[in-house]
Antibody, heavy 126, light 107 residues
């Protein structure tokens, strides 16, 4: 059974930093691109970032570029999101998600999110 | 970025009703559209991918249609477990954008 377990959420100050982690199990972690998707009442669901299975390619939403860094350690089956220069609008539940390169699940540009973790809450407040 | 617009934002219905939710894309996304169901306190789950293909384990009362810029999710006969919030998401472009959601509640 696929499991994605986020950790590291909590309270961060405006301008500060937080690091989220996600532990994957039940699948060959390095075979799959992984993503972060966030959800807040004001902004809804937003894709944040994607990293390829090998970790050599990364992609970011415009709001995350220059502030967030996605990385993975395939030897430990973990996915991380380093969030710097936090803003109030970054307050959200952050989901770790998996993308399977299955027929119909991916276009030539991107994929859907076929497995989700339970989410980690990020609060940004002074 | 491609904008995804769902309607209605809220839909009140009864068990046994047939309901339809619409999702419109601001530009052509071919058939690269997914529908998700989210229940309170839970993560979204994929219902339909490539506009009309049911994900594994999804009941056949769910169906999706459309291509280009207009898409629909239909539940043929609402069951108690179907009251939830539904989201569309395009994966035609790098931006991977979601609709704002349609909350399906009990009339």
């Amino acid at each position: 059974e696929v499991q994605l377990l986020e950790s590291g959420g909590g309270l961060g100050q405006p301008g500060g930093s937080l690091r989220l982690s996600c532990a994957g199990s039940g699948f060959t972690f390095s075979d799959y691109a992984m993503n972060w998707v966030r959800q807040s009442p004001g902004r809804g669901l937003e894709w944040v970032s994607t990293i390829s299975g090998s970790g050599t390619r990364t992609f970011y939403a415009e709001f995350a570029k220059g502030r967030f860094t996605v990385s993975r350690d395939n030897s430990k089956n973990t996915l991380d999101l380093q969030m710097d220069s936090l803003r109030a609008e970054d307050m959200a539940i952050y989901y770790c998600t998996k993308s399977t390169p299955k027929l119909g699940y991916c276009s030539s540009n991107s994929c859907l999110f076929d497995q989700w973790g339970q989410g980690a809450m990020v609060i940004v407040s002074s | 970025d491609i904008q995804m617009t769902q309607s209605p934002s809220t839909l009140s219905a009864s068990v046994g009703d047939r309901v339809t939710i619409t999702c419109r894309a601001s530009q052509n996304i071919n058939s690269w559209l997914a529908w998700y169901q989210q229940k309170p306190g839970k993560a979204p789950e994929v219902l339909i991918y490539k506009a009309s293909t049911l994900a594994s384990g999804v009941p056949s009362r769910f169906s999706g249609s459309g291509s280009g810029t207009e898409f629909t999710l239909t539940i043929s006969s609402l069951q108690p477990d179907d009251f939830a919030t539904y989201y569309c998401q395009q994966y035609n472009s790098d931006s991977r954008t979601f609709g704002q959601g349609t909350k399906l509640d009990v009339k």
